[in-house]
């Protein structure tokens, strides 16, 4: 059986080289920094992510909370009136 590389059984020349096989990795953002330093790139790296964010206009905001505070008030109310009901079914049954 083949695939698009080669032969399943024999391996691809490239991964048979001995220096693919040596290969360690060197420095690099995290190479050697003590405690602080890998801090402060956490803490660079947060900020970055932060900034690539879309965040809500005050529209859509205003748009999602009145959407969450309406679909809780709804499930408050029917927990409410299920368990009023199942209070009433289990004093009917028990007496």
């Avoid at 790139?41 to 690539?52: D, P, T």
């Avoid at 505070?69 to 499930?75: A, E, K, L, S, W």
């Amino acid at each position: 059986m083949t695939d698009a590389v080669g032969s399943i059984d024999m391996p691809d020349a490239e991964d048979e080289s001995p220096e693919s096989s040596k290969k360690t990795r060197k420095g690099g953002k995290r190479g050697k920094k003590g405690p602080l330093g890998r801090l402060a790139l956490f803490y660079r790296q947060i900020v970055a992510e932060l900034r690539k964010v879309v965040w809500p206009t005050r529209n859509q905001l205003t748009t999602y909370t009145s959407v969450v505070i309406v679909f809780v008030v709804v499930m408050i109310g029917l927990v409410t009136v299920l368990d009023m009901g199942f209070a009433r079914v289990i004093k009917y049954v028990f007496g």
